[in-house]
């Protein structure tokens, strides 16, 4: 997993407007991985990237054989933006996952995918995620995103 | 050569690979990425992509080239190679990954071999012209100009 971006310092319980928000973004692309990383960045996002629906849940401390403690990782998410198609854990049953968490079950998930079907873009809304980004994405999708991080 | 001419040669350059259908709108967005903290962005992302592209080329060329073709393989690879040259706004390479993925529904060896060809075609071409684009770019930066961008 590459991890590239650095822990946030702890708040107190009252969230920060100082702090610029976490995302975790999810994607087995790597030329997507490095894409969305600058983008978010640009927008004044700290990020952290993972390179499959596992190394994402492993870093929220959420896969099964870990304890179901705070990580301190995954506590400090404010968003997590996955792919859709992606081998082992699809986006789908990586937003399943932290929907059924106690801990991660409020963190939006925005999907990703290149591909526009309304079937699945409805599976992913009726799951719970807070919004499907067609790719390729622009520098207006994470726009549009950070308008949403904002309300967090 | 001068810095200006240098400019305008890169500008026209850029130009001719967007007229050609080479690049697309993708390709600027990763340009309005680029910054000072973050000068050799798309450098670094194109190259990503050429590493990345070479081995699914390879990949392919073993999967159509089986006894027994599994076109769910094949067509797992295509649309891998399909995202990434969408991502970096390589339009042919795209479309001709496009034109494979509907050979693999028909479950069409032949085509697909045919297809797989065209796309090998359509990535060396965009490769060369890309390097040559960054070389312009080199040049540019060595002369003491900055790079300018498309509008």
Known sequence: MDVSASFSVSTDGNGSKQEPPHVLAVDDSLVDRKIVEKLLKTFSCKVTTAESGMRALEYLGLRDDQENTLSSNGSKVNMIITDYCMPGMTGYELLKKVKESSLFKEVPVVIMSSENIPTRINKCLEEGAEMFMLKPLKQSDMKKLRGQLLKC | ?151
């Open chain 2, 1 to 151: 050569m001068e810095v200006g001419q240098l400019q305008r040669r890169f500008l026209e350059y850029t130009a001719s690979l967007f007229n050609q259908g080479l690049l697309d709108g993708q390709f600027q967005q990763l340009q309005q990425l680029q910054d000072e903290s973050n000068p050799d962005f798309v450098v670094e992302v194109v190259s990503l992509f050429f590493e990345d592209s070479e081995k699914l080329l390879h990949d392919l060329t073993i999967a159509i080239g089986q006894q027994t073709v599994d076109f769910k393989k094949v067509d797992a690879y295509v649309h891998q190679f399909k995202g990434s040259s969408s991502s970096i706004g390589a339009q042919r390479v795209r479309n001709a990954c496009i034109a494979i993925r509907s050979f693999c529904e028909e479950q069409n060896v032949e085509a697909c071999m045919r297809c797989l060809l065209q796309l090998k075609q359509e990535y060396s071409l965009v490769k060369d012209k890309l390097q040559d684009l960054f070389r312009l770019e080199q040049q540019i930066v060595e002369a003491g100009g900055a790079v300018p961008m498309l509008e």
